[in-house]
């Protein structure tokens, strides 16, 4: 899939719209999710283009991939659920039910979550 430049987290990484900020560094920028799914929800983005970590994986740099492994511990680390525990999610492609074409890891805790999946079959 070829990076599409309009999607909403590339107009977030160019200050077209805003973002609550959790954390930053060269390579990576964590806000807090705009519609949470529990107490804590930040989504980790890198901030150069890559559509999801198939393509992350493929195109980044060792340093941009150990830079974005590290902000997804900072950010557990910062909203306090290091101790208690966290999930960390990438929706990738059609059955990933990936809405936003720009990589991202949802990092959701602050309370039990439960079985991973409902299953529907
Ligand atoms: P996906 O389904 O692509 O894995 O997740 C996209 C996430 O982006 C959703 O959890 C959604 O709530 C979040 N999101 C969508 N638009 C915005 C936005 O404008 N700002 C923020 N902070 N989060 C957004």
New binding site residues.
């Given amino acids: 899939m070829v990076y599409d430049n309009s999607n909403?987290?590339a107009?977030?990484l160019r200050g077209e719209?805003?973002?609550?900020l959790v954390d930053e560094d060269d390579y990576t920028l964590s806000?807090?999710?705009?519609?949470?799914?529990a107490q804590v929800?930040v989504?980790v983005i890198p901030k150069n283009p890559y559509v999801d970590w198939t393509d992350f994986t493929k195109r980044a740099s060792k340093e941009e991939i150990i830079k974005f492994i590290k902000a997804i511990s900072r950010v557990a680390k910062k909203k306090g659920v290091t101790k208690t525990g966290y999930r960390v999610?990438?929706?990738i492609g059609l059955d990933?039910?990936?809405?936003?074409?720009h990589l991202?890891m949802?990092i959701i805790g602050g309370r039990p979550l439960g079985p991973l999946l409902e299953r529907k079959e």
Avoid: A, T, W
């Fill in positions: 909403i987290f107009k977030i719209i805003p973002c609550q806000f807090e999710d705009i519609n949470p799914q929800h989504l999610i990438s929706n990933g039910n990936q809405e936003v074409p991202h949802h």
